[in-house]
């Protein structure tokens, strides 16, 4: 606490950062710069770079490309697929804002092409009759709500940020939470698709597939990381439209072990949202109820609000100078202020669109099932944008994401317990950035998608400007991810991560296998694969990048010394708890 507050050198009194943050979340200002193109091109449209919406790969490297295209419609879409195949060039899809974080988005080489479905964003078909919505795989989650809606349909779960498209959620199987119905991954409410893949000479070099629930190969479709060629359309089942009532409680993390297990089979939208260092966990309780219920609330979610750029500007020189101060205390602070903050907010929901006046918040699912709103509006020269906009000093950050089956979540839950009462304060970090979000997901029939009923857990920590300096409690949260995908197999969320969760990633599906021969069938040169891909895919070695630093920026697990950085005190050290672990650790004691 005392540090906090007593620093001299580019300090930041806990005040000047209060009246910012609290003047941003409550005025939720109202313009916006609008995310950045993330591909940008020297020459019209050839000649060009690719990044996501960070602004920065795993690897911090810069993918190249020779060419973009942007098909309007199937048929120039199906043009294009023929003619790289013809060509025999390298190609990956691009959406509107390329949100993930690995590098799926990167054809090898520097001659591959983009196609861009960013122009692919029309609704084909709404049918109320059946319940089914054909869409373009550019259309944006936020389109597929808004339009659905206009029809009175719903789709039931969905991601919590609106920003992602049809495509991209697919191929990374993204997800809300529920353990309901079909489960939280949009892939699983998905009737149909057509996919365009190269073809035969014969065939005009390229193949159009359309697949539904009675086609063998629809659940390699399903979730295919963009290998299989081209989404151009998609069919999901969807339901007539509903209201839901939310209420968060907090409640201490004694019990969350057992709590976990049960709470997503009692709330059809539960979740859960763990701060392990301040021993709390905040339980939303969230369940359909009937239309003549009262209310209209909206669910317009703080971290994905418009920001004031100088804000987001104090609170990363904040970051930075705890980070560089070793200040865990401060972190610890920051960390209370924010959630208060976010908790005192209602995390953005407001029970008529305007105020929040107290739980229960109760709504339309359209209105509060996801949001996004610093997607929106005009240019304001960046006065205010999405707190991870690149242009800005903002947010700068690692994700890990995983989900372990129910039945491994409590012995995990335990041993991260354990990690906290060793180091008490080492998850303040990321509860700057609302602690570690736990969402229920159910197993599926996608070859790629979940093997078991299971919760996904997901945080988000600093990370440096810097790929060699080392973070506060470095080695507990390495601990903690190594812990996930190795000792509990925690399956990687495809759209996040570091390098070196997906070592060994394909061994974790059954079906594994099958995908890989729908693989070699859809695309037998293998033009929609990249290095990223076939490593991912177990198909080529090198997934872990080994060299001085690597395991900071999780690239590599360290094996030795200069993976991490014994020039500042940082060697490669066993877990404390997971004795496989070799993670980065400063701790003087000699472990045998
Ligand atoms: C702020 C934010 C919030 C998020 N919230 C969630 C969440 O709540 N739940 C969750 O699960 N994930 C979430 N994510 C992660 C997200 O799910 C993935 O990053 C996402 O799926 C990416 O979608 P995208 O449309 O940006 O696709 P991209 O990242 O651009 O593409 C992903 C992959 O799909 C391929 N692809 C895209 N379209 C097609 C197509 N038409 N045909 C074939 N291949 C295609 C691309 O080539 C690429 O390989 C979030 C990400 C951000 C930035
Ligand atoms: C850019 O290229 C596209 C396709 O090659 C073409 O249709 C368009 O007119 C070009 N625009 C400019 C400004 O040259
Ligand atoms: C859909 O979007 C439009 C334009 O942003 C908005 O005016 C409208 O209220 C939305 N409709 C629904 C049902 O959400
Ligand atoms: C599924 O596909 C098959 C063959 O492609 C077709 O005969 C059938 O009508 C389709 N079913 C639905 C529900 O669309
Ligand atoms: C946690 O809360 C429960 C009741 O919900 C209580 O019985 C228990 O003592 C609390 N544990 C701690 C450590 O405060």
């Not at 060009?48 to 810069?62: E, L, Q």
């Not at 560089?324 to 908790?343: M, N, Q, W, Y």
């Not at 839950?413 to 602690?435: A, H, M, W």
Request: hydrophobic residues 35%; glycine residues 8%; contains cysteine.
């Amino acid at each position: 606490m005392m540090s906090f507050f007593s620093c001299k050198i580019s300090c930041i009194s806990p005040t000047t950062i209060l009246v910012l943050t609290t003047f941003v979340m409550l005025l939720g200002i109202a313009v916006c710069s609008p995310p950045e193109d993330p591909i940008k091109c020297s020459n019209n449209r050839s000649d060009c770079t690719i990044t996501n919406s960070y602004g920065a790969f795993p690897d911090r490297t810069t993918c190249r490309v020779a060419e973009v295209v942007y098909p309007a419609s199937e048929d120039e879409l199906i043009a294009a697929v023929a003619a790289a195949t013809k060509n025999n060039r390298k190609v990956k899809v691009a959406t509107r804002y390329s949100h993930s974080i690995p590098k799926l988005v990167c054809p090898d080489g520097e001659d591959g092409l983009l196609i861009s479905t960013k122009n692919l964003n029309k609704i084909r078909k709404v049918d109320t009759m059946t319940g089914t919505m054909t869409v373009d795989s550019g259309v944006t989650l936020r389109q597929l709500i808004n339009e659905s809606a206009k029809a009175g349909l719903a789709l039931p779960y969905a991601p919590y940020w609106w920003g992602l498209t049809i495509g991209g959620m697919m191929a990374t199987a993204a997800h809300g939470s529920s353990l309901w119905g079909k489960g939280s991954a949009i892939h699983d409410h998905v009737v149909g698709l057509k996919m365009i893949s190269p073809g035969h000479f014969e065939d005009g070099y390229v193949k159009v597939r359309t697949l539904n629930e009675t086609d063998v190969d629809f659940d390699a479709a399903k979730v295919s990381l963009g290998v299989l060629g081209v989404i151009s359309q998609v069919t999901f089942q969807v339901q007539p439209i509903f209201k839901r009532s939310i209420t968060y409680t907090m409640k201490n993390d004694s019990d969350l072990g057992d709590q976990a297990l049960t709470f997503g089979n009692q709330h059809e939208f539960a979740d859960l949202t763990w701060y392990p260092s301040q021993r709390r966990v905040l339980y939303r309780t969230d369940d359909r109820v009937p239309l003549t219920t009262k209310g209209d609330a909206l669910n317009d979610f703080t971290g994905f609000r418009p920001t004031l750029s100088s804000a987001l500007a104090v609170i990363r020189s904040l970051e930075e100078n705890q980070e560089s101060r070793a200040d865990a205390e401060g972190k610890c602070v920051a960390a209370i202020l924010t959630t208060s903050l976010l908790r005192i907010n209602a995390f953005g929901l407001t029970n008529n669109g305007i105020v929040f006046t107290g739980y229960p918040v109760v709504g339309y699912q359209n209105r509060l099932q996801s949001s996004g709103t610093c997607l929106d509006s005009l240019n304001d020269a960046l006065i205010t944008a999405c707190p991870w906009d690149s242009r800005v000093k903002g947010e700068f950050f690692h994700q890990t994401t995983f989900t372990i089956g129910m039945s491994k979540v409590k012995a995990f839950i335990q041993d991260v317990q354990r990690l906290v009462s060793l180091e008490p304060k080492s998850f303040c970090g990321t509860e700057e950035y609302n602690g570690i979000l736990m969402r229920y997901v159910k197993a599926s029939t996608a070859y790629l998608g979940k093997e078991e009923d299971g919760i996904d857990f997901d945080m988000t920590y600093y990370r440096s400007k810097d790929p060699l300096a080392p973070r506060l409690f470095e080695d507990i949260l390495e601990e903690l991810e190594q812990m996930a995908m190795f000792k509990y197999g925690g399956l990687p969320h495809w759209g996040k991560n570091r390098n070196l969760a997906f070592e060994g990633v394909i061994k974790k599906y059954k079906n594994g296998g099958k995908f890989i021969r729908v693989k070699e069938r859809f695309d037998p040169q293998g033009l929609f694969s990249s290095e990223w891909t076939n490593q991912v895919l177990g198909l080529k070695e090198g997934l872990s990048i080994v060299k001085e630093g690597c395991a900071l920026e999780g690239l590599c697990i360290c094996s030795q010394d200069s993976h991490c950085a014994p020039n500042k005190g940082y060697y490669c050290q066993p877990g404390r708890i997971y004795k496989d672990a070799r993670v980065c650790s400063s701790r003087k004691e000699i472990l045998t």
